[in-house]
């Protein structure tokens, strides 16, 4: 019940009112947003208070993870979101207001979830000012004593419990919407805030993002795609990682001043997100721009006249916070795959009908119709540049054709939808000229038939060979099972036959004596009111009848 969440709704409401967020609401353009902006200056704590800079960034820093998570999601959405809230948005990448730097070091020390040894055994030089603060972490440099600089991040204290608490008002929340929301069960959203809540939690162990960080930079060594810096040492609450020289990818105008070009960024970036997904099921599915760098030589400041500087190579993405990744079956690869290719082959017919095998909509849905209104949303997108789409705006009308075809799509793809929102956001900023379909094209063909290949299944039918063959020793003992489970479920099957006999039987007794009571009934009233003194005597016995009835 919403109601046993209160405090939590009280306490949320405050904080709206007390930083007036009211007044950074277009209630203008956005008269929905009225009843909110109402409720807000409602408040007591609202009363006497006037517009405040960066009040939605202090909110959310106030309100928690969950709503800071929210507001770094919206950062990359210029196109839904104001330009004056954007900025208040960009700053919760990493100027999230910072933990006391003792209460650090001391995680640090910790014996149980930290390194268990002092700074000084640790590091050769410790800066106690946080380089950057984040939603989960906050992050110091430092040196070790063989002189290597490193970053060591370390996770804000007593956050788990308040992460817990707003994870139980969400599973209210789509709880209340999955009952009520037709949308909201076709994306199955009580499964993605459950699985979102272990991610979160997840995030909360260094360890975890350790070993995804250790796999991404494996996936990626060599590349002139992307580099992955390497992690020496971690613990549950600790993290320390190689030193990056780098920018987030949102200040585009370093990247003008450094010569870079933008065009071959964008297209870099765009091959990463479906080399991701595609070659090494494993993507990076909190990708806003304080998690996402890219490579610069040690520039301290950056001047207008600065010249263009040389890199010796084509400059590289680098991937940070590995905490949040996301993989897929490969059963729901293929099929995103085949999917994109289609709609990107203008063949909504094919779509609807990998959707269909794949079986996301019932056998019952007018396919047809399904085709249409899939072409009529997405089909204009083809023709356009990454500025010129809508692309929130087309996902919700996806997810409201989903509703009304009553298709299920999988949790996981709806991180992977996150995912896209993320790195559209991302590529608008960067190139708004890019052309996501000419450059995504090929790369989905050739992923395709490189697991359509029949001598690549050959050959992974080979290297299985010998578990199949150790399996057939197997056989007999799975043939003595599966005959005894056939004779077992022939006895239960007997069983059951007779419950049903007997329950049918029972179901006639109850008619019979149905009837009997029922003109017991009609037959003692009948008598009762055509005599005179004698009708309490059969008023009564059409009683006793009803009464023998319900005992019986």
Not at 195 to 209: A, F, S
Not at 263 to 281: H, P, S, Y
Not at 344 to 355: E, L
Not at 522 to 550: C, D, E, K, N, S
């Amino acid at each position: 019940m919403l109601l046993s969440h209160r405090a939590r709704l009280l306490e949320l409401w405050r904080i709206a009112a007390a930083y007036r967020i009211d007044t950074h609401l277009s209630v203008e353009e956005a008269p929905q947003l009225q009843p909110l902006a109402r409720l807000i200056r409602l408040h007591p704590a609202a009363w006497g208070k006037k517009h405040q800079p960066n009040a939605i960034k202090y909110a959310l820093e106030d309100m928690g993870t969950l709503f800071l998570k929210l507001g770094q999601l919206l950062s990359t959405r210029r196109d839904l979101v104001p330009p004056e809230i954007i900025e208040q948005l960009v700053q919760l990448q990493d100027k999230v207001k910072p933990f006391d730097s003792d209460v650090a070091i001391a995680q640090i020390q910790d014996s149980k979830y930290g390194l268990g040894q002092s700074i000084a055994t640790l590091f050769a030089r410790f800066d106690v000012k946080p380089l950057a603060a984040a939603s989960i972490a906050q992050v110091h440099t430092a040196a070790l004593h063989d002189g290597r600089e490193v970053v060591v991040k370390v996770v804000r204290p007593d956050i788990r419990t308040t992460i817990v608490a707003d994870f139980e008002l969400l599973r209210e929340l789509a709880n209340w919407a999955s009952a009520r929301i037709e949308a909201a069960r076709a994306i199955h959203i009580i499964d993605i805030v459950e699985d979102y809540r272990q991610v979160m939690l997840n995030e909360l162990d260094l360890t975890l993002e350790a070993d995804n960080t250790t796999q991404m930079r494996n996936n990626f060594l060599g590349s002139a795609l992307m580099y992955v810096p390497e992690v020496y040492d971690a613990a549950k609450n600790v993290m320390v990682m190689e030193r990056i020289q780098g920018v987030p990818i949102s200040q585009v105008e370093v990247f003008d001043q450094l010569g870079y070009n933008r065009a071959a960024l964008a297209e870099k970036g765009l091959t990463i997100f479906f080399t991701q997904v595609f070659r090494d099921n494993f993507f990076h599915a909190d990708m806003h721009p304080g998690n996402v760098f890219v490579e610069t030589p040690p520039v301290k400041t950056l001047t207008a006249d600065m010249a263009a500087v040389n890199l010796g190579h084509e400059p590289r993405y680098i991937g940070l916070d590995c905490a949040i990744m996301g993989t897929l079956s490969k059963d729901d690869q293929l099929i995103v795959a085949r999917m994109l290719l289609a709609v990107m082959n203008n063949n909504f017919t094919a779509m609807v009908d990998i959707v269909s095998r794949a079986g996301w909509i019932p056998p019952n849905t007018d396919k047809h119709a399904l085709m249409r209104d899939m072409k009529r949303t997405v089909g204009p997108m083809l023709q356009k540049s990454i500025n010129d789409i809508d692309f929130a705006g087309v996902l919700m009308q996806i997810l409201d054709i989903a509703r009304r075809h009553h298709m299920s799509i999988p949790p996981q793809l709806m991180l992977l939808l996150k995912t896209l929102v993320h790195v559209e956001g991302l590529g608008r900023d960067l190139y708004p000229d890019l052309d996501i379909w000419s450059l995504a094209k090929p790369i989905l063909s050739s992923w395709i038939k490189e697991q359509l290949d029949p001598m690549r299944n050959l050959q992974h039918l080979r290297q299985q060979l010998p578990e199949i063959l150790l399996s057939t020793t197997d056989i007999p003992k799975l043939l003595d099972q599966g005959l005894q489970s056939l004779a077992s479920q022939g006895s239960r099957q007997d069983s059951q036959l007779r419950e049903i006999q007997q329950i049918r039987a029972d179901m006639l007794n109850d008619r019979r004596r149905d009837w009997l009571a029922l003109s017991g009934f009609a037959m003692f009233i009948a008598i009762a009111t055509q005599i005179g003194w004698f009708a309490p005597i059969f008023y009564l016995l059409a009683i006793v009848v009803v009464i023998w009835r319900v005992l019986t």
